[in-house]
C-alpha cells in the first residue's frame, strides 16, 4: 500500500473539519487551506535554494534557450532585477533537463557593451523553471543601462533599463504607460509594439497577464484569431507553458526588453473572478489551493520580481511601494489575494446587506494599514494606487434598478470608505488610481461622496482598456451614453484596445489613451484618442485633447454585461468539456 505523503494527509483532514456535521466552515477552509498551500509552496522554495540540484557546468541546448527574451523590472534608485528564463522547448515545460544551469549576465553603459559596469552570474534552477532574476546593485539613480545573458555559447537578446530617481531628490517630469488584460486569442499585441517605440521611464503592467482557459473557450465578439496551445490550465507545468506561449510573442518581448516593469497580477493569472482561497466555481478545496499554489509560482518565475516576492506558505507579497524621488509614491497593490469572497453570488447586482457590510475588505486588513501609512507619510507631489479593479462608483444600472460590479470596490464599498476617508482626514487631493480590469477606457473624478454632485474631490481614477481583451471594440458601447449621464463623476469612456500613456509633473498629470483601432490583424496604426489631466484644482479631470478614428467602428451593440456573459459562457465550455473527460 502506497504510504501516506504529507500533503495527502492535510487534504484528508482539511476536508473532515471544513464540512463538519456536513456544513461548510469556512474558518476552518482558510486556516487548512493555508497550511496546505504553504507546504506546497513552501517545498519548492525549499528545494529551489537548497542547492543540492547537479549543476551542468558546461551547458548545451538542443535549441537557443533565450526563447522567452529578456526583461528588467522592479526599478530603485540602485538597483533592478534583470529577469530571463531558459527555454529552448517553450511550449513543453521548457525542454531542459533536470539540472541547474549557470548563467551569466552583464551589464553596461552602452549597448554595445564596450562600458560594461558590473558581471554576475546565477544558477538557474529546474525547481524555478530555469528563470533567472538576478539583481544588479550599485547602480546610479535615474540612469539606463543595458544588460544581457549568456548560458554556455548562447547569447540573450539585449535589454534596456534604468533605474528610478532617489527618493527625496527633486524631479520635474516622468513619462511611463500603464496596461493590462492580454488575452492571446483575442487578438494581435500591436499596442505593445507601438509601447516598445514610446520614450518612457518605465511600464505599469496591473495584471491579467495570461488567461487561464482552453482553446476557444473564451471568446470574443470580433473572433478569436490566435488559440492557446492546451486546455485550461490547472498544474504548474500547464501555467509554465501558458506564460511561455504569451512571453514568445516579439511584440511583448520587445516592449519587456525596452523599459523596466512594475507588475502585479489580477485574477486570470489563476482563475477568473478568485477570491482569496474561494474559486470562482465548483472546485474542490484541494484542487483549488494547488491550483492557486501552482499559479503563484509560475507568476514568479516569469517576472522580474525581487526575491522579497517569492511565494512563503500560503502568501505572495506582491504589495510593495516605490517613490519616483519628491514627484510620486507608487502604492502597487494586490486587490485579489486577501480580499473577501464577493457578495451577491458576484456578477452585476444592486447593493445589499451582504456587500455593505462594513467588515468587508477587498486589500485584506494588512494591505489596508500598510496603505494608510504610506499615504500618510507620503510628501511626494503625487499618491498613486496602481491597483486592479475599478475604484470609483459605477451605476450601469438605472437609478430604479442599480447595477453595480460585485468584483470592483462597487461590491466593498465599506472597504474604499475606509479609505476614502482616511484621504480626506489628510486633507489628500493628489491622489491617482491606476486601474485594469474592465477591457475599456475609463477617467472619472474621485470624490468623497459619489451621490453627492458638490463633494469634495481628492483625486482621478485613470482606467487603461486592454492589450486585446474583447477583441476590436469600438469608439462607444450601445450603453455608453447611459452610463455617463448617471454617473458625471465619470468624465471619458472609450472601447478599442491599447495601453495608457502618463506625464507627470509637480502641478499636472495627463494621461494620453493610446488606443488601435483593431487587434484581430497585425498592423494597426496607434494614435492618441484623448487626453486628460488632472491638476490638484477642485475642478476634476479636464480633456485636452481628443481626435476621432476612423478605421474603428464608431458604435457597437456592446452592453457592460457582455464582458461576464463572455465568461460564463466560457465556464460553460469547460464544463462540458470536463464533463466530456470523466466519460471517456
Same mark, same amino acid.
Given at each position: 500500500?502506497?504510504?501516506?505523503?504529507?500533503?495527502?494527509?492535510?487534504?484528508?483532514?482539511?476536508?473532515?473539519?471544513? =464540512?463538519?456535521?456536513?456544513?461548510?466552515?469556512?474558518?476552518?477552509?482558510?486556516?487548512?487551506?493555508?497550511?496546505?498551500?504553504?507546504?506546497?509552496?513552501?517545498?519548492?522554495?525549499?528545494?529551489?535554494?537548497?542547492?543540492?540540484?547537479?549543476?551542468?557546468?558546461?551547458?548545451?541546448?538542443?535549441?537557443?534557450?533565450?526563447?522567452?527574451?529578456?526583461?528588467?523590472?522592479?526599478?530603485?534608485?540602485?538597483?533592478? #532585477?534583470?529577469?530571463?528564463?531558459?527555454?529552448?522547448?517553450?511550449?513543453?515545460?521548457?525542454?531542459?533537463?533536470?539540472?541547474?544551469?549557470?548563467?551569466?549576465?552583464?551589464?553596461?553603459?552602452?549597448?554595445?557593451?564596450?562600458?560594461?559596469?558590473?558581471?554576475?552570474?546565477?544558477?538557474?534552477?529546474? !525547481?524555478?523553471?530555469?528563470?533567472?532574476?538576478?539583481?544588479?546593485?550599485?547602480?546610479?539613480?535615474?540612469?539606463?543601462?543595458?544588460?544581457?545573458?549568456?548560458?554556455?555559447?548562447?547569447?540573450?537578446?539585449?535589454?534596456?533599463?534604468?533605474?528610478?530617481?532617489?527618493?527625496?531628490?527633486?524631479?520635474?517630469?516622468?513619462?511611463?504607460?500603464?496596461?493590462?488584460?492580454?488575452?492571446?486569442?483575442?487578438?494581435?499585441?500591436?499596442?505593445?509594439?507601438?509601447?516598445?517605440? !514610446?520614450?518612457?521611464?518605465?511600464?505599469?503592467?496591473?495584471?491579467?497577464?495570461?488567461?487561464?482557459?482552453?482553446?476557444?473557450?473564451?471568446?470574443?465578439?470580433?473572433?478569436?484569431?490566435?488559440?492557446?496551445?492546451?486546455?485550461?490550465?490547472?498544474?504548474?507545468?500547464?501555467?509554465?507553458?501558458?506564460?511561455?506561449?504569451?512571453?514568445?510573442?516579439?511584440?511583448?518581448?520587445?516592449?519587456?526588453?525596452?523599459?523596466?516593469?512594475?507588475?502585479?497580477?489580477?485574477?486570470? !493569472?489563476?482563475?477568473?473572478?478568485?477570491?482569496?482561497?474561494?474559486?470562482?466555481?465548483?472546485?474542490?478545496?484541494?484542487?483549488?489551493?494547488?491550483?492557486?499554489?501552482?499559479?503563484?509560482?509560475?507568476?514568479? !518565475?516569469?517576472?522580474?520580481?525581487?526575491?522579497?516576492?517569492?511565494?512563503?506558505?500560503?502568501?505572495?507579497?506582491?504589495?510593495?511601494?516605490?517613490?519616483?524621488?519628491?514627484?510620486?509614491? =507608487?502604492?502597487?497593490?494586490?486587490?485579489?489575494?486577501?480580499?473577501?469572497?464577493?457578495?451577491?453570488?458576484?456578477?452585476?447586482?444592486?447593493?445589499?446587506?451582504?456587500?455593505?457590510?462594513?467588515?468587508?475588505?477587498?486589500?485584506?486588513?494588512?494591505?489596508?494599514?500598510?496603505?494608510?501609512?504610506?499615504?500618510?507619510?507620503?510628501?511626494?507631489?503625487?499618491?498613486?494606487?496602481?491597483?486592479?479593479?475599478?475604484?470609483?462608483?459605477?451605476?450601469?444600472?438605472?437609478?430604479?434598478?442599480?447595477?453595480?460590479?460585485?468584483?470592483?470596490?462597487?461590491?466593498?464599498?465599506?472597504?474604499?470608505?475606509?479609505?476614502?476617508?482616511?484621504?480626506?482626514?489628510?486633507?489628500?487631493?493628489?491622489?491617482?488610481?491606476?486601474?485594469?480590469?474592465?477591457?475599456?477606457?475609463?477617467?472619472?473624478?474621485?470624490?468623497?461622496?459619489?451621490?453627492?454632485?458638490?463633494?469634495?474631490?481628492?483625486?482621478?481614477?485613470?482606467?487603461?482598456?486592454?492589450?486585446?481583451?474583447?477583441?476590436?471594440?469600438?469608439?462607444?458601447?450601445?450603453?455608453?451614453?447611459? #452610463?455617463?449621464?448617471?454617473?458625471?463623476?465619470?468624465?471619458?469612456?472609450?472601447?478599442?484596445?491599447?495601453?495608457?500613456?502618463?506625464?507627470?509633473?509637480?502641478?499636472?498629470?495627463?494621461?494620453?489613451?493610446?488606443?488601435?483601432?483593431?487587434?484581430?490583424?497585425?498592423?494597426?496604426?496607434?494614435?492618441?484618442?484623448?487626453?486628460?489631466?488632472?491638476?490638484?484644482?477642485?475642478?476634476?479631470?479636464?480633456?485636452?485633447?481628443?481626435?476621432?478614428?476612423?478605421?474603428? #467602428?464608431?458604435?457597437?451593440?456592446?452592453?457592460?454585461?457582455?464582458?461576464?456573459?463572455?465568461?460564463?459562457?466560457?465556464?460553460?465550455?469547460?464544463?462540458?468539456?470536463?464533463?466530456?473527460?470523466?466519460?471517456?
Amino acid at each position: 500500500m502506497k504510504e501516506k505523503q504529507p500533503l495527502d494527509e492535510w487534504m484528508e483532514k482539511l476536508k473532515e473539519v471544513s =464540512f463538519q456535521e456536513n456544513k461548510f466552515n469556512r474558518k476552518k477552509f482558510f486556516e487548512g487551506a493555508g497550511k496546505i498551500a504553504g507546504l506546497t509552496l513552501g517545498a519548492t522554495i525549499a528545494q529551489s535554494m537548497a542547492g543540492f540540484q547537479p549543476v551542468q557546468a558546461a551547458p548545451k541546448f538542443s535549441n537557443y534557450p533565450f526563447t522567452l527574451g529578456v526583461a528588467s523590472g522592479d526599478p530603485l534608485s540602485d538597483s533592478v #532585477i534583470l529577469w530571463t528564463r531558459l527555454a529552448p522547448d517553450p511550449l513543453n515545460g521548457g525542454g531542459m533537463e533536470r539540472k541547474a544551469i549557470p548563467v551569466k549576465w552583464e551589464l553596461a553603459k552602452d549597448e554595445h557593451f564596450k562600458k560594461i559596469i558590473q558581471r554576475g552570474e546565477e544558477l538557474a534552477t529546474p !525547481e524555478l523553471g530555469h528563470s533567472v532574476h538576478a539583481e544588479a546593485t550599485g547602480l546610479k539613480p535615474n540612469t539606463e543601462y543595458y544588460y544581457r545573458f549568456k548560458s554556455g555559447h548562447e547569447l540573450s537578446p539585449i535589454g534596456k533599463t534604468k533605474t528610478i530617481p532617489k527618493a527625496g531628490t527633486a524631479v520635474s517630469s516622468m513619462t511611463f504607460a500603464f496596461a493590462s488584460c492580454q488575452q492571446y486569442e483575442h487578438g494581435y499585441y500591436t499596442a505593445f509594439q507601438h509601447m516598445a517605440e !514610446e520614450n518612457l521611464d518605465f511600464v505599469i503592467h496591473l495584471g491579467d497577464y495570461i488567461y487561464e482557459y482552453g482553446p476557444n473557450e473564451y471568446v470574443s465578439k470580433s473572433g478569436n484569431v490566435r488559440t492557446h496551445s492546451g486546455p485550461e490550465i490547472m498544474n504548474l507545468l500547464d501555467y509554465r507553458n501558458r506564460y511561455a506561449q504569451y512571453r514568445s510573442d516579439a511584440n511583448l518581448k520587445a516592449a519587456h526588453a525596452a523599459f523596466p516593469w512594475i507588475v502585479t497580477w489580477d485574477d486570470h !493569472e489563476v482563475e477568473n473572478n478568485y477570491a482569496n482561497l474561494i474559486p470562482e466555481n465548483d472546485q474542490s478545496v484541494e484542487a483549488f489551493v494547488k491550483r492557486r499554489a501552482a499559479g503563484y509560482q509560475a507568476y514568479y !518565475e516569469h517576472m522580474p520580481l525581487r526575491k522579497t516576492s517569492l511565494p512563503n506558505g500560503a502568501d505572495m507579497k506582491l504589495y510593495r511601494d516605490f517613490s519616483y524621488g519628491d514627484l510620486a509614491f =507608487f502604492n502597487v497593490m494586490d486587490t485579489r489575494q486577501y480580499r473577501d469572497d464577493q457578495a451577491n453570488g458576484d456578477g452585476g447586482k444592486p447593493q445589499s446587506d451582504e456587500s455593505l457590510n462594513p467588515k468587508r475588505t477587498l486589500t485584506g486588513n494588512k494591505q489596508e494599514k500598510w496603505l494608510m501609512k504610506n499615504l500618510a507619510k507620503s510628501k511626494t507631489s503625487w499618491n498613486v494606487l496602481a491597483q486592479q479593479v475599478f475604484f470609483a462608483q459605477q451605476n450601469y444600472g438605472t437609478p430604479e434598478s442599480p447595477k453595480f460590479n460585485m468584483d470592483a470596490w462597487d461590491g466593498y464599498p465599506a472597504s474604499r470608505k475606509r479609505i476614502t476617508d482616511f484621504i480626506a482626514g489628510q486633507n489628500l487631493n493628489n491622489i491617482v488610481v491606476l486601474t485594469g480590469d474592465v477591457h475599456a477606457s475609463w477617467a472619472s473624478n474621485l470624490t468623497t461622496d459619489y451621490d453627492n454632485p458638490d463633494a469634495k474631490i481628492f483625486g482621478a481614477e485613470f482606467v487603461g482598456t486592454s492589450i486585446t481583451s474583447g477583441g476590436n471594440g469600438a469608439d462607444k458601447r450601445a450603453d455608453t451614453d447611459t #452610463i455617463l449621464k448617471q454617473n458625471p463623476h465619470i468624465q471619458f469612456f472609450n472601447d478599442y484596445r491599447g495601453y495608457v500613456r502618463c506625464t507627470v509633473t509637480p502641478e499636472s498629470w495627463q494621461s494620453d489613451y493610446r488606443i488601435v483601432p483593431f487587434v484581430t490583424s497585425p498592423g494597426a496604426a496607434v494614435s492618441t484618442r484623448a487626453s486628460l489631466v488632472y491638476q490638484k484644482d477642485q475642478n476634476g479631470l479636464l480633456k485636452v485633447a481628443s481626435s476621432q478614428v476612423p478605421e474603428g #467602428i464608431q458604435k457597437s451593440d456592446e452592453v457592460e454585461d457582455d464582458r461576464m456573459g463572455a465568461h460564463l459562457k466560457a465556464h460553460k465550455k469547460q464544463n462540458e468539456s470536463r464533463k466530456e473527460k470523466v466519460t471517456q
